[in-house]
């Protein structure tokens, strides 16, 4: 794929980027390849093993996770519910002023 532009400088950059990026998919493509006939070669782990593998990754992928602490948990919840509780009594009062307008008419 070529982009074509006015300037023949844009062009010959335009080309040598395409070329670039075609050696590095052709690199990929060989690469994964390899990976797949080594992965044909290896025997198929069991499930027990496998299932400890994942639980590796998720235990290492837990401790990765910024908590929040218990007070801050504590402020947010009353944040929302403060919200929640702000803005359904202004819809409500916004619906009874327009059921109020739409009654005079």
């Known amino acids: 794929m ?3 532009c006015c300037k023949h400088s ?3 950059f335009f080309e ?3 070329k670039i990026g075609d ?3 052709k690199e990929k493509e060989s690469k994964q390849i390899s990976k797949s006939k080594a992965k044909k070669d290896q025997p ?4 027990w093993v496998r299932f400890r593998i994942f639980l590796h990754g998720v ?3 837990f401790s990765k ?3 929040t602490s218990g007070k801050d948990l504590v402020r947010y919840s009353i944040a929302t519910i403060t919200l929640i509780i702000f ?3 202004f819809f409500y009062v916004l619906d009874i002023i327009f059921a109020l307008i739409q009654s005079l008419f």
């Not at 198929?44 to 499930?47: L, P």
């Open 44 to 47: 198929k782990k069991s499930m």
């Open 65 to 67: 996770v910024h908590w």
């Open 10 to 12: 844009e062009v010959f």
């Open 2 to 4: 070529v982009f074509l």
């Open 87 to 89: 803005f359904a009594i």
């Open 59 to 61: 235990r290492s992928e």
């Open 16 to 18: 040598i980027i395409v």
């Open 23 to 25: 050696k590095m998919s």
